[in-house]
C-alpha cells in the first residue's frame, strides 16, 4: 500500500510539473515581440500558403501526401498576435477571423497590423488547445518564413529517423533499423514534416524512442509508465489531436521489440501489466493536463471554455460516420502496403508453424503484445469516428504503430540467438546481456522495479 501511495504521489508531483512549467512557457513564448521582421515572414508565408491552396498534394491523386496548410496557416495566425495581451492571450490564443468564410491563408494575410487590443468580433479565441507549439514557432518567425521552417522541421524530422534506425540496427540486426524507417516512408513523412500541425507528433515520437533506444545501454535504467506519462503531458501541449498516438505506439512498440529474446518465455501477466499500465499512464496524463487548459482558459477569460471543448469532443466522438467506416476510410489510404506487409507477415507465420514451433512457444506473448499496440489505432478510430472520418487524410498516419509493430514480428519470427535477456523477479532489476555481434557487446534495458518486465523477450 505505501509503495502505491508513493507512485500516485509522484505522478501528481509530475503532474503538477508539468501543468506549472507548461503555464509558464506558454505565457513566455506569448510575450515574444512581433517584430517587423516576424511580420515580414508571415506576409510571405501569407503569399506562399494561398499560391498553394489549402490542402496541397506533393503528389497529385494521393490523399495521403496532402498538406494540412489550412492548420499551418491558423497556427501562423496565432503566432503573430496577441503578445500585448500578457497572460489573458497566452491562454486566449487569439487568430484573426472576419467571419467571411475565406480561406486561413487569407485570414493570416488580413490579420497582419491587426491587435486583438482593439477588441471586435473578429478576434476568435482558440483556448482549448495549450498551442506549446509556440515556444519554438515565434522564435522560429523571428527568421524564417513557413517555407524555411519546413525544411528545417524535414531535416530534424530525417535525421531523428535515421539515427533511431541506425541505433535498433545497432542493438539487433541490420533489418531492424530497415522496417523502422520503412514505417516512416510508408506513412509519408515528408508530408507531416511540410504539416506544422503534423510535424510535432513526430518530433516527440522519434525522441521518446531514443530515450527507449538510450535505455538499451548497461547500467541505463528506464520505467516505461512515467515515460509514457511525461510522453502523453508534452504530446498533448503542443499537439492539434493530429496523430497523437504514435508518441505512444512507436516507443511502446519499439520497447517491447527490444525487450524480446530468442531463448526464454515472457512472463505474460506482468509484461501485459506493465503495457496497460503504460497505455493509462499516456492516457491519463494527455485527458488531465488537456482539461487543465480548459479550466485555466476558463479561470482566466471569464468565459465558459469547458463547455467548448466538451461540445467538440461529443462532435468528434460522434458516431454518425460509422467505426467501421473511420476504420476503412484510414486503412484505405494504407492498403498498398498493408496487402505487401500481411502476405510477408503471413509468410513467416506459416514458416514458423512448419518449421519453428518452438520459437512461437517461446516469443508467443511478445507477438500478442505487439499485436495489442499494433491495434490501438484502430481502436482510437472507432473512438473518435467522426475525427478521423472527416480528417482520414492526416489521421491514417498513426498506423504507422501497426505497420511498425507488424514489421517487429516478422523480425522476431527469425530464429536469433545472438540477443536474450535474463529473466529476474520484481524485486530484481534485469541483469545486463552482452550478445556478440562483430565483436561489438550490447545490453539489455536494466530497469527499475516500477518498470520492469520479468523475463519479457
Known sequence: MSGFIGKVKRYGLIYLGCLIGSSIVLICANAIPVSQRMERNLSDSAALLQEEGEYPALIKGAAGWTLDNCTTALMLNIAGHGCDLGVRGAFANYHYDDGSNALQSVMLARSLGKSPVNGGDAWVSYARYWHGYLLILKPLLLIW????????????????????????????????????????????????????????????????????????????????????????????????????????????????????????????????????????????????????????????????????????????TDLDAGRFNAV?????????????????????????????????????VSFLILTLIALLPFCWYCILSNHSTVHYWFTWRAQIVSLLCLLYICLLLQPDNKASITSCSMKEELLSYMPRRRGSHFAAFSLSEDSALPGVV
Not at 533511431?164 to 545497432?170: C, S, V
Not at 516512408?185 to 527507449?212: D, M, T
Request: hydrophobic content about 55%; proline content about 2%; overall charge positive.
Open 328 to 364: 476503412n476510410v484510414n486503412y484505405a489510404v494504407l492498403r498498398p502496403v498493408w496487402i505487401v506487409v500481411i502476405c510477408i507477415g503471413c509468410f513467416f507465420l506459416v514458416r514458423a508453424l512448419l518449421f519453428q514451433r518452438e520459437l512461437l512457444k517461446q516469443k508467443g
Open 145 to 316: 518564413n513557413v517555407s524555411e521552417i519546413r525544411v528545417i522541421f524535414y531535416s530534424v524530422i530525417s535525421i531523428l529517423i535515421v539515427s533511431n534506425a541506425l541505433l535498433i540496427a545497432w542493438l539487433r540486426r541490420a533489418a531492424s533499423g530497415v522496417a523502422f524507417a520503412f514505417s516512416f516512408f510508408a506513412c509519408a513523412y515528408p508530408a507531416a514534416s511540410f504539416s506544422l500541425s503534423l510535424a510535432f507528433s513526430f518530433i516527440i515520437s522519434l525522441l521518446a524512442n531514443l530515450v527507449v533506444i538510450r535505455a538499451a545501454r548497461p547500467g541505463r535504467h528506464l520505467d516505461v509508465m512515467q515515460m509514457c506519462y511525461i510522453v502523453g503531458a508534452i504530446t498533448v501541449y503542443c499537439d492539434f489531436l493530429c496523430t497523437p498516438l504514435i508518441t505512444l505506439g512507436i516507443p511502446l512498440g519499439t520497447y517491447i521489440y527490444l525487450c524480446a529474446s530468442s531463448t526464454e518465455k515472457v512472463n505474460a501477466r506482468k509484461t501485459l501489466g506493465i503495457v496497460l499500465g503504460s497505455c493509462i499512464a499516456w492516457v491519463c496524463s494527455y485527458a488531465m493536463l488537456w482539461a487543465s487548459k480548459w479550466v485555466l482558459s476558463t479561470i482566466v477569460l471569464q468565459q465558459n471554455v469547458i463547455a467548448d471543448a466538451m461540445s467538440q469532443l461529443f462532435l468528434r
